[in-house]
């Protein structure tokens, strides 16, 4: 210890973290490092000012200490740097930590050099575009108000059917006409109606004006499909949102620690519980494990520093198709350098020198490559046009096709069959030969009606 109380050698503990401390840290102060990172310079240049001499701990190589600053465990015992700060293993922390009110008990933070803002890191989403576009082309609501049209016409049909009809006609068997009706007028058939002309043009006039604003609707929105941009299926954009998709089994946790992420609220913080005992946070030991379960959707919770994603949605990486949500509801918290507390005046002497250098701070954190402006990640992407492809388009135009005429064949058969069937049950004409019915045809013409002749009844005649 000096006469002012700052001890002349420390031990300074690093993590290799990307951009704060990176592959060349371990050179400091022994050698020069072109760019050892961020926090690594900032450390150097204010322990220079001090005139203290310090001494570079790779705490993962010497302690085993991965990708973790510090946390409690279930026996109150501190793991990460903050453990080996507490057991003397080192005299700082190289990297900054969160302030939190349970760190500052044990410890001592110096001035605040940055302000970071919780951010969930996951894969870049898929383009929210359906191959389905004759069936998602409307809504859900869409069609169904179509249907209740055609319910209410049907029903309108049968209503004025049952004011007009004779005694003896059944429900079902003006029901099924009912609907045969409305569907003739949609083919450009004759519907044997039995009400008024005029209730049957002011039937024909609303489902013909229903088809046609449906078929526009129709064909607007599947143009809209083709030609307007496809947004982009962001999963959650909160941690509210976060607690719904981990829920519904959408995404799933991963990252260093298997202890439960910072929350916004007691409720938020109730469910968040919930939802990881039954999908727990998927513990890795090394990053590449961390990358992988990203792209598997996973989602790593974090902490970024404010300046460098000012977008609520920002590109992490390009390369790995990795983006960064930040959480503008989430925890926010300002992070700095840690001392034990036995090391108090060199905390305060580190502070007045890190004054002098704190106007610089953003500048050496943004430069040299190190971790600069996120770029925006725009959830669209714009196209001109769509074109219709084989595989995801006209196949399915032919499928809907086949369908119809598969229907179609179904119908004509089962007429076929069940006409038939009925005819021979229920109308004796059906059983006259062809041959005789001719002679039918003849004797009619020629003003004959002895039906003995013919052997056909007089229900038989034939509709010329």
């Not at 290799?16 to 400091?28: A, G, K, L, P, T």
């Not at 919770?301 to 983006?323: C, G, H, V, Y």
Request: charged fraction near 20%; charge should be positive; include cysteine.
């Amino acid at each position: 210890m000096d006469p002012k109380g700052v001890a002349r050698h420390l031990r300074v503990g690093f993590l290799e973290v990307e951009m704060d401390s990176v592959r060349c840290f371990r050179q400091i102060p022994f050698q020069k490092c072109r760019r050892p990172g961020a926090e690594v310079e900032l450390i150097h240049i204010i322990f220079q000012i001090l005139g203290v001499d310090f001494e570079i701990i790779d705490v993962q190589r010497e302690y085993g200490v991965r990708n973790e600053l510090g946390s409690r465990d279930e026996n109150g015992n501190w793991t990460g740097m903050m453990g080996l700060l507490l057991d003397g293993a080192i005299d700082v922390s190289g990297l900054s930590m969160r302030i939190a009110p349970e760190r500052e008990e044990f410890v001592l933070f110096a001035y605040p050099i940055r302000y970071f803002q919780t951010v969930y890191i996951t894969k870049r989403p898929e383009i929210l575009e359906t191959p389905e576009f004759i069936g998602a082309t409307l809504s859900l609501s869409t069609w169904l108000l179509f249907g209740v049209l055609l319910l209410l016409l049907v029903l309108l049909n049968l209503l004025l059917r049952f004011s007009a009809a004779k005694k003896g006609v059944t429900f079902c068997g003006e029901l099924t006409k009912a609907v045969w009706d409305i569907i003739s007028v949609n083919l450009r058939q004759s519907a044997s109606l039995p009400h008024s002309p005029t209730a049957l043009f002011v039937l024909n006039g609303i489902y013909m004006v229903a088809c046609i604003v449906l078929v526009t609707c129709f064909q607007s929105e599947m143009y809209a499909k083709l030609v307007a941009p496809s947004r982009y299926r962001i999963p959650f954009r909160n941690q509210e949102e976060l607690v719904g998709a981990l829920q519904r089994r959408e995404v799933f946790m991963s990252g260093y620690s298997a202890h439960p992420i910072l929350c916004v609220s007691p409720k938020i913080c109730e469910q968040l519980t919930d939802a990881l005992r039954k999908e727990p946070i998927k513990v890795r030991r090394v990053e590449s494990e961390v990358v992988a379960d990203i792209a598997r959707s996973g989602v790593y919770q974090s902490t970024m520093d404010t300046a460098f994603i000012p977008n609520e949605l920002s590109w992490f990486s390009r390369k790995r198709d990795k983006i960064v949500i930040r959480d503008d509801l989430g925890v926010a918290h300002f992070a700095s350098f840690v001392f034990p507390k036995r090391l108090r005046r060199l905390r305060d002497r580190f502070n007045e020198a890190l004054m002098t250098v704190l106007p610089a701070v953003r500048h050496i954190t943004a430069a040299h490559g190190y971790r600069t402006l996120k770029d925006a990640y725009v959830p669209s992407v714009s196209t001109s046009v769509l074109a219709l492809s084989l595989q995801r388009h006209l196949l399915q135009l032919f499928a809907v096709y086949a369908l119809g005429v598969a229907f179609a064949i179904a119908v004509f058969c089962a007429e076929l069959l069940l006409g038939n069937t009925f005819c021979r049950l229920k109308c004796p004409c059906c059983r006259v030969r062809p041959s005789q019915m001719i002679d039918r045809i003849s004797a009619d013409r020629e003003g004959r009606t002895d039906n003995s002749k013919t052997n056909i009844g007089p229900s038989c005649s034939p509709l010329l």
